[in-house]
């Protein structure tokens, strides 16, 4: 058995001191393998960002371990990408500088060959292509739509060549057609790129179509409820999402989501008011 590339034992989170103290991850046991895509989802505040900070070494864990490759993490690193809703990019950059320039201060910082400069442009050429950016490539960040920004940020975070890619909700601000022309793109990413994902959502029809299991996280105090291993085949397209197999794993999913948080879907509101006589 190979080791996992990410292990999570007993891992505990508090925000907060004394009265004002909350526990915002408990007990959390997660070991995740190369080169799998892995989405968390569950009703909002139940951990999801915190843990995926934790994992890319942007936020401490009070106990537990998180290991990667076997070894505990110690803070950020150069193996762990993140991209996020808003795609900080510089507005001052063009696409190729954008994708490129963290690369480029590591260059002035390291003792970098002429052969590290040139394998850096080639890298960004081809992420530029991969990332269907090459007819914008000389375009400022304001002329692009927040796809075409959100392309350039994940273009960015893959420069290193990162083991680990951390996504939170990286495609929450896009519009219902964009997003699917996404999800198509990661999935192509993670093919040709063979990185570990790990993506946070809130959408789970999104957690389903990307990932190869769904962990669903449950609030007050947040812990992993349940993981669910995605029916469907590694090559993936649009009409998978109204197979039998999704759908019944959909409900399944939100129907736990529901009884872990207490939400109510829009389906019971609906029934609450049919169920509500309206006094004449
Ligand atoms: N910096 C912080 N200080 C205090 N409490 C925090 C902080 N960050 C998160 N929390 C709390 O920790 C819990 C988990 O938050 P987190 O943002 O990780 O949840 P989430 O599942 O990602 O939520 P959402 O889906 O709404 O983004 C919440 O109760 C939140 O209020």
Redesign the pocket.
């Known amino acids: 058995m190979t080791q996992p590339k990410i292990v999570i034992r007993d891992l505990q989170k508090f ?2 001191e004394g009265k004002q103290q ?1 526990q ?1 991850l408990k007990d959390i046991e997660l070991a995740i393998q190369a080169n799998e895509f892995i989405t968390f989802v ?10 995926l900070r934790i994992i890319g070494g942007l936020e401490q864990h009070n106990a537990g371990d998180v290991l990667v490759n076997g070894q505990a993490i110690q803070g950020a690193g150069i193996d762990r990408a993140m991209v996020f809703q808003h795609y900080s990019l510089y507005p001052w950059l063009g696409v190729r500088d954008n994708i490129r320039f963290c690369r480029r201060l590591q260059a002035h910082t390291d003792d970098c060959s002429q052969a590290d400069v040139e394998a850096a442009s080639g890298r960004t050429d081809a992420l530029i292509r991969l990332m269907g950016l090459s007819a914008v490539e000389h375009a400022y960040p304001n002329q692009l739509s927040g796809g075409m920004q959100q392309r350039v940020a994940i273009a960015r975070a893959l420069m290193a060549k990162p083991d680990i890619l951390l996504m939170d ?1 990286p495609f929450g601000a896009l519009d219902a057609q964009t997003r699917e022309v996404m999800h198509d793109l990661i999935r192509h990413v993670f093919k040709l790129e063979k990185t570990t994902i790990i993506f ?1 959502t ?1 959408d789970v029809e999104e957690g389903i179509y990307l990932g190869n299991r769904v962990v669903l ?1 449950a ?1 007050r105090p ?1 812990r992993i409820d349940s993981i669910y291993e995605v029916p469907l085949p590694a090559e993936r397209h649009q009409d998978m999402k109204h197979s039998p197999e999704f759908l019944q794993l959909k409900r399944q999913i939100l129907d736990r989501i529901r009884e872990t948080s207490g939400m109510k879907t829009d389906f019971d509101l609906l029934q609450q008011l049919t169920n509500t006589s309206v006094p004449m």
């Open positions: 925000f907060g909350t915002a569950g009703a909002s505040g139940c951990g999801k960002s915190t843990l909700e946070v809130h996280m609030p947040g």
